[in-house]
């Protein structure tokens, strides 16, 4: 799909599967999503503009590389907070941001109750974070509301996504590129993704599938 890469690796094939599996206890879920968003994060980053430094080693100088832009993670509440660690590990002075939605099980939309985005939106490449891109309303309106601040580059990562949430965060957003280490078969008749993810995404994020 335009817009959309899904990286193709083995070891994060190996922790979506961890991720999925019904029996994966609370513990290694939480691991295990710092592990697969650690190389979400390293693939969505590949862009970031390096601005080129001396530094001094104990021997001599020498040519380095900073970033030349600030970083930003926004994670969309709750269930976006469990990949915010694996991409502070990449970048541990990216400023972190939280949009807090939820979805109206009736009308299968987002209703936003909470925002906190830094300051300086304007200027950073802005990480936009949720395991789950499901009927793409949370995702949607949480880039809406980041360009409404200033956001001008922004970047969407996920878990696993269905086609109709990638279809319609990329209508909506053309400009926004998507990355997940899946995309799924399809929503069903609740509007949640198949085959989705495991049951203790839902007990300790509160996942939107």
Do not use: W
């Amino acid at each position: 799909m335009d817009g959309v890469t899904v990286v193709d690796h083995v070891l994060l094939r190996r922790l979506l599967s961890i991720l999925r599996d019904k029996d994966t206890p609370h513990r290694v879920f939480r691991e295990t999503m710092t592990d697969a968003a650690l190389i979400l994060g390293y693939e969505a980053m590949r862009g970031l503009r390096p601005a080129e430094v001396e530094i001094e080693t104990p021997l001599e100088r020498t040519p380095g590389v900073r970033l030349a832009d600030e970083v930003f993670v926004v994670a969309i509440l709750r269930a976006g907070l469990g990949l915010v660690d694996g991409f502070l590990r990449l970048v541990p002075e990216a400023r972190v941001g939280h949009l807090g939605m939820y979805r109206d099980e009736e009308a299968l939309r987002p209703v936003g109750y909470y925002e906190n985005i830094p300051s300086g939106v304007e200027d950073a490449e802005v990480f936009v974070v949720d395991p789950m891109l499901a009927t793409g309303g949370s995702g949607v309106q949480a880039i809406a509301r980041l360009k409404r601040a200033g956001a001008r580059r922004i970047h969407f990562v996920c878990l696993v996504a269905a086609p109709e949430g990638c279809r319609a965060l990329r209508e909506a957003h053309p400009d926004v590129h998507i990355t997940t280490a899946a995309v799924d078969r399809e929503l069903d008749e609740t509007g949640y993704i198949r085959p989705g993810l495991g049951d203790a995404g839902d007990r300790i994020f509160g996942t939107d599938r």
